[in-house]
């Protein structure tokens, strides 16, 4: 898991590049004293969905869940989070803008906005509705969502939905990766582990000769191979780049004796996977752009309908265009 471990990594790279400015960090004089003494407050529900900013239900550009008139120890409470939140930032600083609450503040002659965005860390700050600072910030949305309950107002919980769908995400694709090193030839498992594991894809070159020792007969090497290809999430796109390994390698084979050995053979549900995916792959019509027309007719209809079995339409339709001619 190793290498998982140092592409999640990689994915929150972005998140810190803002730490060297953290000394900077602060709100404009007018801003802060805006937050310290309002004459009149109002408090945004907001979607990060981006709409026209000259919509109705549009907040500088995003979706307007509901708002509120805050008055007395709300308001101290909503000026109080908005300013914590600068105060205590951590100097990380996303790449991305999702904000789900803001505060518009009448001080003196003047209307002060404040957008927050506490997922990517970032608050943009507008004076009579024209853009300003943007401010680095940290905290939680959960104080501002339960004034926002309290007021009537409907909060976005999206940032909640999308924070446990990302989780479901890396579940599957630890689970992926689990089943791809099972199969994985024992042999090749000290050559996976000396790739460099913030490299995005990884090379297939250092695998052909542990995978020749440790496999001499080819056909054997071949069905090895056909198998390892066709154990993964059940996806032909979008899965990781890892997963590509054992069809670079078969590519070190004519798409004839790939054939011959699997029409010779009793694939396992696995090998014909791995077959119908190297056939129907990107990398096999690119490179071999008219060897479809060696596959039999009758081995065709086998592996499309293993494909079409599939619940992934992408999948499906990779299939028919590979093995029905449609």
């Known amino acids: 898991m190793r290498r998982l471990a ?13 730490a060297a400015y953290a000394g900077d960090n602060a709100l404009p004089a007018e801003f802060a004293q805006a937050l310290s003494a309002p004459e009149r407050m109002e408090i945004y529900s907001l979607e990060p969905t981006v709409i026209e900013t ?17 008055a007395g120890d709300d308001m101290r409470t909503a000026a109080a989070e908005f300013s914590n939140a600068v105060k205590q930032w951590n100097g990380a600083l996303g790449g991305c803008f999702e904000p789900r609450q803001a ?13 927050i ?23 939680s949305p959960d104080t501002l969502k339960a004034l926002l ?9 999206s940032d909640v939905e999308e924070e446990r769908a990302r989780e479901e995400r890396w579940k599957k694709i630890e689970a992926a990766q689990t089943r791809w090193l099972a199969v994985m030839p024992p042999a090749l498992r000290s050559t996976w582990d000396a790739q460099d594991p913030y490299e995005p894809i990884p090379d297939a070159a250092p695998f052909r000769a542990p995978l020749a020792k440790a496999i001499p007969d080819e056909r054997e090497r071949i069905l090895t191979l056909l198998k390892w290809y066709g154990t993964d999430t059940d996806l032909w796109s979008g899965y990781s780049a890892y997963e590509d390994i054992p069809g670079d390698l078969l590519l070190d084979y004519p798409t004839a004796r790939i054939l011959e050995v699997a029409q010779s053979s009793a694939l396992d549900n696995a090998q014909t996977e791995g077959l119908a995916r190297f056939l129907a792959g990107w990398d096999f019509r690119k490179k071999r752009p008219n060897d479809l027309a060696l596959v039999p007719p009758a081995l065709k209809q086998t592996l499309l309908a293993h494909s079409l079995k599939s619940g992934d339409d992408d999948k499906k339709e990779r299939a028919r265009r590979a093995f029905s001619g449609d």
């Not at 995003?62 to 008139?69: F, I, R």
């Open 117 to 139: 965005c506490f997922t990517c860390q970032v608050m943009l700050l507008y004076r009579d509705q024209k853009p300003g600072d943007e401010i680095g910030v940290t905290g």
């Open 149 to 157: 309950i309290k007021l009537g107002v409907k909060p976005s919980n």
């Open 103 to 115: 505060l518009s503040i009448q001080y003196k002659t003047h209307r002060y906005d404040f957008v």
């Open 6 to 18: 140092c592409l999640i990594a990689l994915c929150w790279l972005w998140l810190i590049t803002g």
């Open 54 to 70: 000259n919509a109705a239900a549009s907040f500088y550009g995003h979706k307007v869940l509901g708002h509120a008139p805050v």
